[in-house]
């Protein structure tokens, strides 16, 4: 099974500024990772897939980088919407598909 | 667009059933694989189950291999989970979830709004 590690757990950002979220694999997942963002009560949302390919809807703030073990989530110009939880997700290997334990963007 | 609506969650003994159901609509659903994923309170997500287009295949999480049973009925856009032998371990909200592409294995795009399951005596 691979495990996904995010880091920071919690990242303190003021609104306006850049957010960088990691993500590593504890193997190679090619591309084949996604990050999503959940708010409390809602469930999560895909944000980028492919590594680095904006879903449908998602603003240009966000992006994402990386491939094989080291990944990427920037958020260019943090807005009062984007506090949230984000988690990673690689797709390559499976069963089981597996997630990174979350973080957690708050306000600074 | 794509709906994924969870119901039958509830409270339930340790060691009891419960069988969630997923309706979906605005897709194809009998072409696409179909996820559970879950979410004890307070904590990540975790995969639990995946069942193939057509129902022929699925995939288990280990930690619910033996005891959740993954099913779909394709006449009725119906995605099923059966729980037995619940433990207290299983209480979380349970979403549905539909990958963005026709493989099964994939990124995530439309979830449902989850149903909560607790279990506990």
């Known amino acids: 099974e691979i495990v996904m590690t995010q880091s920071p757990a919690t990242l303190s950002v003021s609104p306006g500024e850049r957010a960088t979220l990691s993500c590593r694999a504890s193997?190679?997942?090619?591309?084949?990772l996604a990050w999503y963002q959940q708010k409390p009560g809602q469930a999560p949302r895909l944000l980028i897939y492919g590594a680095s390919t904006r879903a449908t809807g998602i603003p240009a703030r966000f992006s994402g980088s990386g491939s094989g073990t080291e990944f990427t989530l920037t958020i260019s110009s943090l807005q009062s919407e984007d506090f949230a939880v984000y988690y990673c997700?690689?797709?390559?290997?499976?069963?089981?598909?597996?997630f990174g334990q979350g973080t957690r963007l708050e306000i600074k | 667009q794509v709906q994924l609506v969870e119901s039958g969650g509830g409270v339930v003994q340790p060691g009891r059933s419960l069988r969630l159901s997923c309706a979906a609509s605005?897709?194809?659903?009998?072409?696409?694989?179909m996820h559970w994923v879950r979410q004890a309170p307070g904590k990540g997500l975790e995969w639990v189950a995946v069942i193939s287009y057509d129902g022929s295949n699925k995939y288990y999480a280990d930690s619910v291999k033996g005891r959740f049973t993954i099913s779909r009925d394709n006449s009725k856009n119906t995605l099923y989970l059966q729980m037995n032998s619940l433990r207290a371990e299983d209480t979380a909200v349970y979403y549905c979830?539909?990958?963005?592409?026709?493989?099964?294995?994939?990124?995530?795009?439309?979830w449902g709004q989850g149903t909560l399951v607790t279990v506990s005596s």
């Open positions: 979830a539909k990958p963005r592409q026709l493989l099964w294995f994939g990124e995530l795009s439309h």
């Open positions: 997700q690689q797709y390559n290997n499976w069963p089981p598909v597996t």
């Open positions: 605005g897709f194809t659903f009998s072409s696409y694989g």
């Open positions: 193997q190679s997942v090619s591309s084949n």
